[in-house]
């Protein structure tokens, strides 16, 4: 089927972010520069008018770069039967022989099994650390720090590297936690899948489509 790029509009409506790869996320690659402006912070064109994407269990793929794909991927993975369309958007597309209204929420018919690795990445660093620097606690112009430097033996991971801003990296330097005065607000471990998983949901996006609202649990503090 030839899906023409028309869109006819019903009403409008509020969107996140989207570019996802087969699975809904975002690849390593795409991850660089500020991560909570990229990802929480920035809407995204109402054109590109992205479905969410649940697995068979009705849980989004990911929470954090939220499960994404663009119209066109949606409708391509319901129209090979893929996917079942949950919601919809206010907008149409039309090929020669058919209309077709855009979805905006899909479930998977196939369950996607969790990866239970966690692959060792600045993203899921700044993840597991909440964004935040693990000296001074500080949300800005984060790099990443080794508690034991490496000119002293220190290794490159998950237990000795922490989120810092970049005036703590600069004090503490080749020097010891002990020599630059410095102190961790937490140990740092190397973190599960699933603890990853509820790190994301302390990070909503600030535009999402009233049809995804049923299908997401944040961690946000509800309204008195």
């Known amino acids: 089927?030839?899906?023409?790029?028309?869109?006819?509009?019903?009403?409008?409506?509020?969107s996140g972010t989207c570019a996802p790869n087969d699975r809904g996320e975002r690849t390593v690659s795409q991850m660089d520069?500020?991560?909570?402006?990229?990802?929480?912070?920035?809407?995204?064109?109402l054109r590109h008018f992205p479905a969410l994407v649940l697995n068979a269990d009705y849980r989004p793929l990911s929470y954090y770069p939220l499960s994404l794909w663009t119209w066109q991927e949606a409708v391509k993975a319901a129209w090979s039967d893929r996917v079942d369309i949950v919601a919809e958007y206010d907008h149409w597309v039309r090929s020669p022989s058919t209309v077709i209204r855009i979805p905006s929420v899909i479930v998977l018919k196939d369950y996607v099994k969790p990866q239970k690795r966690v692959a060792f990445?600045?993203?899921?660093?700044?993840?597991?650390d909440d964004f935040m620097c693990q000296y001074c606690g500080s949300k800005?112009?984060?790099?990443f720090d080794h508690v034991v430097p490496r000119a002293s033996g220190g290794v490159t991971s998950w237990e000795n590297v922490v989120a810092a801003c970049s005036p703590c990296n600069l004090r503490k330097g080749s020097k010891s936690l002990r020599q630059s005065g410095l102190s961790l607000r937490k140990p740092p471990r190397m973190p599960g899948a699933?603890?990853?998983?509820?790190?994301?949901?302390?990070?909503p996006p600030n535009h999402l489509h009233d049809s995804w609202l049923d299908y997401l649990y944040w961690d946000a503090e509800l309204d008195a």
């Open 1 to 14: 089927m030839t899906i023409y790029s028309e869109v006819r509009t019903g009403s409008g409506a509020r």
């Open 33 to 45: 520069g500020d991560f909570r402006t990229e990802f929480v912070r920035e809407p995204a064109s």
């Open 121 to 128: 990445t600045r993203f899921n660093l700044f993840l597991r």
């Open 140 to 143: 800005g112009d984060l790099t």
């Open 194 to 203: 699933e603890q990853l998983r509820n790190q994301g949901r302390k990070f």
